[in-house]
């Protein structure tokens, strides 16, 4: 059987699936060809749970070890390894966990699962040079309405229904969560990094607002059009700037 038939098959057979692979084990003592294939069955599956583990060391704490064992051989059923990097295994997790049984009767358990995501690809971006303050002030008046800008690769925004934050802080300080509580509202998060460190912090429905229009890459004009429904008009302008200046400061701009 060629290398590439070969491959195939024991992938099959890793997958769970109908495979001719056992036909080329060879069966010698002690172990028969299904035992051999069993190591690698589970070889497969442990490999893959470790990952997870260290992709989501908070919910891992959180479930603790029999739950969370449980957790990734379920979606390892439903999600096989696809990515030539180990890296990018699990990234539907968050999805899994809030459309399965038992997890989705706890939503906080997917929440705190996508913000680690987001933290690990946050770290994992690419770098950019960003611009700072001098930047800004270099730009004419005249040119402002216009002006649209570009954000670190790393910049991430969530929204969580659930006290997602605390409870990861608490697990990441080594003290006991607090219990799961849903905000009247949800509240908007903003993920970066900033050199060789993530950074992250709450957005009032203000920021927010202002902020996805920047990522969509609304001119300045425009991101102050769609704060009215926060803001005075004669406050607008220099509200605006001032929230492009903090963004700015915090490294989240890459350029004009």
Same mark, same amino acid.
């Given at each position: 059987?060629?290398?590439?038939?070969?491959?195939?098959?024991?992938?099959?057979?890793?997958?769970?699936?109908?495979?001719?692979?056992?036909?080329?084990?060879?069966?010698?003592?002690?172990l028969a060809?299904?035992?051999?294939?069993?190591?690698?069955?589970?070889?497969?599956?442990?490999?893959?749970?470790?990952?997870?583990?260290?992709?989501?060391?908070?919910?891992?704490?959180?479930?603790?070890?029999?739950?969370?064992?449980? %957790?990734? =051989?379920?979606?390892?059923? +439903?999600?096989?390894?696809?990515?030539? $990097?180990?890296?990018?295994?699990? #990234?539907? @997790? &968050?999805?899994?966990?809030?459309?399965?049984?038992?997890?989705?009767?706890?939503?906080?358990?997917?929440?705190?699962?996508?913000?680690?995501?987001?933290?690990?690809?946050?770290?994992?971006?690419?770098?950019?040079?960003?611009?700072?303050?001098?930047? %800004?002030? =270099?730009?004419?008046?005249? +040119?402002?309405?216009?002006?649209?800008? $570009?954000?670190?690769?790393?910049? #991430?925004? @969530? &929204?969580?229904?659930?006290?997602?934050?605390?409870?990861?802080?608490?697990?990441?300080?080594?003290?006991?969560?607090?219990?799961?509580?849903?905000?009247?509202?949800?509240?908007e998060w903003?993920?970066?990094?900033?050199?060789?460190?993530?950074?992250?912090?709450?957005?009032?429905?203000?920021?927010?607002?202002?902020?996805?229009?920047?990522?969509?890459?609304?001119?300045?004009?425009?991101?102050?059009?769609?704060?009215?429904?926060?803001?005075?008009?004669?406050?607008?302008?220099?509200?605006?700037?001032?929230?492009?200046?903090?963004?700015?400061?915090?490294?989240?701009?890459?350029?004009?």
């Amino acid at each position: 059987m060629e290398l590439r038939r070969l491959q195939r098959e024991m992938q099959r057979d890793l997958f769970g699936g109908v495979s001719a692979i056992g036909a080329c084990i060879a069966e010698t003592a002690p172990l028969a060809t299904e035992a051999r294939l069993g190591i690698y069955r589970h070889a497969y599956v442990a490999r893959l749970i470790e990952t997870l583990e260290d992709h989501y060391p908070v919910l891992h704490g959180i479930l603790g070890d029999e739950d969370f064992e449980a %957790l990734g =051989a379920a979606f390892i059923r +439903e999600f096989p390894s696809t990515h030539r $990097s180990i890296r990018w295994y699990g #990234r539907e @997790l &968050a999805d899994f966990l809030a459309a399965r049984s038992p997890f989705d009767e706890q939503p906080i358990f997917a929440e705190i699962a996508r913000f680690e995501w987001t933290l690990a690809e946050a770290f994992d971006s690419a770098d950019a040079e960003v611009i700072g303050r001098v930047t %800004l002030q =270099a730009v004419r008046p005249a +040119e402002w309405a216009d002006l649209t800008f $570009s954000f670190h690769p790393s910049v #991430r925004r @969530l &929204a969580f229904e659930w006290n997602t934050v605390a409870a990861w802080k608490a697990m990441t300080a080594g003290t006991d969560p607090p219990r799961p509580e849903r905000s009247p509202e949800a509240v908007e998060w903003l993920v970066w990094r900033s050199g060789l460190e993530n950074y992250f912090r709450s957005l009032d429905p203000m920021e927010a607002t202002a902020l996805d229009a920047a990522l969509r890459g609304s001119c300045f004009a425009e991101i102050c059009a769609g704060l009215t429904e926060h803001l005075a008009e004669q406050e607008i302008p220099l509200r605006a700037a001032s929230l492009i200046a903090t963004w700015s400061e915090s490294d989240l701009l890459s350029g004009l």
